[in-house]
């Protein structure tokens, strides 16, 4: 028999481990009276939801009561203020209750099913229908269909079985769901009100840990990561402000995370719980500050590689490659954030010792990785992909960037981009006609560019995936590395010209490739690309991607380059 499914965790609450079980005692303090909590941990209490016979788990965190039947969860708010959010009265909770099932519905709209009354009734307490809205003046619940166990993403990543297209999924979805709730642009704040909304949060933050700092962790740690957070807004104000220029502004979900992240089954959509609900100003947020969340995540648990994926799968996405150049102050941040939570429940004496050991290893590992993304950026590089169509050079980039930590910049996806079309959007791809005209493709490889010069001066390789067939293309690109003082590398991307026709035609007929080149565009590509001179001055790599062991190579010449890290 398999194991029964778990509830979505609220680790915006708490952190992994950090979650109280109980049955019939009180571990965190609650005004609201025992007997409530009691009476909801028997099976009596949910009429309408047969699965309740199988019994009723108690969970709590520090915002709320969380009761699992099986088919079901039961969110009750607890009447606590705790500075950041306060659910003093009836009426607040209430209120959050209905903001909870609103907000989350934009990226889990089947699992939050609405709100229910708690009853007091002649034969004890009782949960109510669930509805859309309030019944009645009392005590609400938000309702929500129970998730499958084991299938949150950090559970995935434990067992072994969260594969990288899993998460380039999850960039997919994001970047989609931030286009769709995107501020404006700009976005609608002063210049200094979007400063301090960008980095207030972080200094508050700070200042809670450091009730912590000589017990947890060393006031010198913290000292260090504040130090360096407040010389980069004092470096960098003018990236905050390009961001709120650019419109990169979201209405977000404000608690990305690994455990908010589900797929119900390995074909599955990636669904998305537990968001900010009850703090619109932790909710709207650069976009970089939320992506950098699950980033920060990955690196946490030991997966920077993946972490890197998942930002340039969401670059690539979005075309929003100037996250680079605030990402890490926000990665920093989170990771801070979770040191902080951690903190209060290594403090908490409501909770067991063991508990409480891992809470506090986990706000010092935490405040760590803190310090560490803050580090001054080096090892930039840029890395050029080229070669004649079908010869492999996208494929070529992918793996090259997996290798290095790198992200790529693809010249079909600027292009389109510029064009104001989608991806997949086909246009005539003929040279000289519509957007692939001389005059267009010189402003796709200025675009090509633009976009590499955050990631370079982020300390990480761009690879930008482009023909750079002729000479000048190439030129520019040694400007742009001299300029960024940085190295500049060439892979020549080579194969049988059958191979490279048969590759165009089987993309062609698959109609996902942002590239519009098919098989009879092959040769004209072959010879019109310019052989590199060695007065250009590019080390150049040449790779047969017929080759069955070309990653393999591409490897072992990656390493010598010496450049970004291996994933």
């Not at 009853?119 to 269909?145: F, N, S």
């Not at 890197?308 to 990402?327: G, I, M, N, T």
Request: glycine share 8%; charged share 25%.
């Amino acid at each position: 028999m398999s194991p029964p499914p778990v509830a979505p965790r609220l680790a915006s609450e708490l952190e992994q481990g950090d979650q109280v079980h109980g049955r019939h005692h009180s571990v965190l303090t609650d005004p609201l009276a025992p007997d409530l909590v009691r009476e909801l941990c028997e099976p009596s209490a949910y009429p309408d939801d047969p699965s309740a016979a199988g019994g009723v788990e108690w969970i709590q965190t520090h915002l709320s009561h969380v009761f699992l039947t099986g088919r079901r969860v039961y969110k009750l708010r607890k009447a606590v203020d705790l500075g950041f959010v306060c659910f003093a009265s009836r009426a607040e909770r209430n209120a959050d209750c209905l903001r909870e099932v609103a907000l989350n519905r934009r990226l889990a709209a089947d699992v939050y099913l609405g709100v229910a009354p708690v009853e007091t009734a002649p034969g004890g307490v009782r949960v109510g229908p669930v509805g859309e809205a309030l019944a009645g003046g009392g005590e609400h619940c938000v309702v929500m269909r129970r998730l499958p166990a084991g299938r949150d993403a950090l559970s995935l990543l434990q067992a072994g079985r969260l594969p990288p297209e899993r998460l380039d999924r999850v960039a997919k979805r994001i970047a989609e769901f931030h286009a769709a709730h995107g501020l404006g642009v700009p976005a609608p704040f002063s210049a200094s009100e979007w400063l301090d909304r960008c980095t207030r949060p972080v200094e508050q933050n700070f200042d809670l840990l450091a009730e912590a700092a000589g017990q947890l962790f060393p006031s010198g740690l913290l000292a260090r990561v504040r130090e360096a957070a407040r010389a980069f807004v004092a470096r960098h104000p003018e990236r905050f402000e390009a961001r709120r220029v650019a419109g990169r502004a979201v209405e977000g979900h404000g608690d990305l995370h690994l455990q908010h992240v589900w797929f119900e089954t390995d074909a599955a959509d990636p669904i998305f719980v537990d968001c900010i609900e009850f703090s619109e100003r932790l909710r709207r947020i650069d976009a970089a500050a939320e992506v950098a969340f699950l980033a920060m995540d990955l690196c946490y648990r030991g997966e920077a590689g993946r972490a890197a994926r998942f930002l340039r799968r969401y670059a690539r996405a979005s075309d929003d490659f100037e996250l680079y150049s605030v990402v890490d102050y926000f990665l920093s941040y989170r990771a801070a954030v979770r040191a902080k939570v951690a903190s209060v429940a290594a403090g908490d004496p409501g909770i067991e010792t063991l508990q409480r050991d891992r809470a506090a290893e986990s706000a010092r590992r935490h405040l760590e990785l803190a310090a560490t993304a803050l580090l001054p950026a080096s090892g930039g590089a840029l890395v050029l992909v080229g070669g004649a169509v079908g010869t492999g050079k996208s494929t070529t980039a992918e793996a090259l960037a997996d290798r290095v930590g790198g992200v790529v910049i693809a010249s079909d996806r600027v292009r389109k981009r510029l064009a104001g079309l989608a991806p997949t959007d086909r246009a005539v791809a003929a040279v000289e006609r519509g957007i692939y005209t001389t005059e267009w493709t010189e402003r796709v490889y200025a675009g090509l560019l633009v976009r590499a010069v955050p990631v370079v001066a982020s300390g990480r390789v761009a690879i930008l995936d482009a023909t750079f067939a002729t000479r000048g293309h190439r030129r520019l690109a040694r400007e742009a590395a001299d300029a960024l003082g940085v190295a500049l590398r060439f892979v020549e991307t080579r194969c049988p010209p059958a191979v490279a026709r048969e590759r165009l035609a089987r993309r062609a007929a698959a109609g996902t490739d942002p590239s519009d080149a098919g098989p009879e565009l092959h040769a004209r590509s072959l010879a019109d690309f310019e052989a590199v001179a060695p007065e250009e001055g590019i080390p150049t790599d040449v790779l047969d991607t017929a080759d069955p062991a070309w990653r393999d190579e591409l490897a072992r010449r990656a390493s010598a380059w010496g450049l970004g890290c291996s994933a």
